[in-house]
C-alpha cells in the first residue's frame, strides 16, 4: 500500500471551509487508499489550532470537538521514532533549513521513510525540495 506523510497544515485545511481547496480536498481522498504517516506532535498540534480557534470564536467548542472525532477516524500512523531524534536529527535539520524542529519533524520523517509529504506550509516546501522529498502538494 502506498503511504504519504501528513502535516498539520493539510489536515487543519479539511476542518476550515473557506482553505478546503481541490488540492486540500484531493489529499483527503487519497486517505481512502493510502496509508498516512504522522510525526508524534501531528495531534498536539491540530489540538492546539483547533482549541485556539474555539477560543478565537471562530469555531465553536461542539464543532472542536466534531472535528477531532472526524480527524481520529482516519487511518494514520503516528512515527514515534522521530521523538528519539528530537535533539540531534530534527535540530540539525531544523538550523539546516531555518524550521522550527517541529517543522522538521514532518521533512525527516518523510525522508527517513522514504515518502512524499503532503503540506501548505511553505518553508516546510522548500525544505522538502532541498532534501529531495516529493511533494503532493505544488
Do not use: G, K
Not at 2 to 22: G, H, K, M
Request: aromatic share 6%; glycine share 0%.
Amino acid at each position: 500500500m502506498r503511504r504519504f506523510v501528513l502535516d498539520a497544515s493539510v489536515a487543519l485545511a479539511w476542518c476550515f471551509a473557506a482553505e478546503r481547496t481541490p488540492q486540500v480536498v484531493a489529499i483527503e481522498s487519497r486517505m481512502l487508499t493510502e496509508s498516512v504517516v504522522v510525526p508524534a506532535l501531528w495531534s498536539l498540534e491540530v489540538s492546539n489550532v483547533l482549541v485556539m480557534s474555539e477560543r478565537r470564536q471562530r469555531i465553536t467548542p461542539a464543532e472542536r470537538v466534531r472535528l477531532v472525532q472526524t480527524l481520529n477516524s482516519y487511518p494514520v500512523q503516528v512515527d514515534l521514532e522521530c521523538v528519539d531524534l528530537a535533539h540531534l536529527t530534527l535540530a540539525d535539520l531544523a538550523r539546516q533549513h531555518h524550521l522550527t524542529v517541529y517543522d522538521a519533524a514532518y521533512l525527516e520523517v518523510a525522508t527517513r521513510l522514504s515518502l512524499p509529504l503532503a503540506t501548505l506550509d511553505e518553508p516546510r516546501c522548500s525544505a522538502a525540495r532541498a532534501q529531495r522529498v516529493t511533494l503532493l502538494i505544488e
